[in-house]
């Protein structure tokens, strides 16, 4: 089964998070929310219990666990997703273990996926991922060095040889096309067009082409 | 200041209830999200702190409040929300005090604004609402009776002159110009302008026309 870790924190974007976390749901993927706390690491402490995540809009989500960099890696899981909300990406982007994370994915020899959209994109910043192509909200546009081939468009595929597909899009817009190119690498073209079905997309609307 | 109530129970389609939500408060409407227990009615209990809804692919939500039909009609809110998944929406269908509040809102003499998404549109029939144009998420189009006029849109605006104007649409991926539509009728087309800009939209898709 392909097993999906996506994180939330305070301030994430209620809306990606959740259009990520039950699409990926609808095409059989084992979804697993882990809660990044803001500041102070709380690791070392036993107590993994999440708290609730007030989301950008207030909307208050459980996860399912606080983060464990232990047994949160490539190991375990196929993907790593980060949605965006400024409040959110902010604490993941400067979170020292998140860091860590989206590269042990970027560089693990069975190519994982990480998926990032909206503001989420900042962490492949502070992650210091090499140079490729990429997309983000274009509120933070302006944050990605040159060596990024940053694309204003609503998803961008970078299968760099070797590494992790960084998967990125633009925001809440760009959320379902960002989902099912997710799910069409995780699990191909047919699973998406199953998933796509039911959801009754308006026609033009599911993210072909992206 | 617009104010909205959202409905949630255990099984509600997590992404219609946070798409809803969040889009309505980027709107600057007050959006207050009630639960909707199941089966035996705990009103008249002084305990309303809502359990968290475990929605229909398992996110796990924290309503504001427990519904209190006594404090939650039409005088308070200006629009009364609906979200699928089948659940949440027959738990919701079922439940007496859905189905007066429904009415309430859909005969106050200050026209008011009903929005039903997905299996949610079940409760247009069990509140018996008069037949005009509705459409539903097609799994339950066979339900509704011959009165209804039923329409395979994305978003059916229905307006009864002196009742409140129904807003009815089809699943997940009419979320999105659902809430922009309820959005134009309660604050105007300016504002749904200024809300969809920075959610970075592919061309063509933000819901006009529905």
Chains 1, 2 share one sequence.
């Not at 989500?61 to 960099?69: A, E, N």
């Not at 590269?103 to 962490?123: F, L, Q």
Request: proline share 9%; aromatic share 8%.
């Amino acid at each position: 089964m392909v097993k999906a870790l996506i994180l939330i924190a305070d301030g994430t974007e209620e809306m990606e998070f959740t259009i990520a976390y039950d699409t990926l749901i609808r095409a059989g993927i084992e979804c697993t929310s882990a809660f990044i706390p803001r500041g102070l690491s709380p690791y070392g402490s036993s107590d993994t219990s999440p708290p609730l995540a007030v989301c950008s809009r207030q909307v208050k989500i459980l996860p399912d666990i606080t983060l464990d960099p232990l047994s949160a890696g490539p190991e375990k899981y196929d993907a790593l997703i980060i949605p965006g909300g400024m409040g959110g990406a902010v604490t993941m982007a400067e979170s020292t273990e998140v860091q860590n994370l989206v590269r042990s994915y970027y560089n693990h020899p069975e190519k994982r996926t990480i998926g990032m959209i909206c503001a989420g994109s900042k962490v492949a910043i502070t992650a210091k991922l090499p140079g490729q192509p990429i997309t983000s909200h274009p509120s933070v546009q302006s944050e990605f060095p040159e060596h990024f081939e940053y694309k204003e468009q609503n998803v961008v595929v970078s299968a760099v040889p070797g590494k992790a597909t960084l998967v990125t899009s633009r925001g809440p817009g760009t959320a379902f096309p960002f989902v099912f190119t997710l799910i069409e690498l995780l699990c191909g073209k047919d699973k998406r067009d199953e998933v796509v079905g039911p959801m009754i997309f308006p026609s033009g609307t599911t993210g072909y082409p992206f």
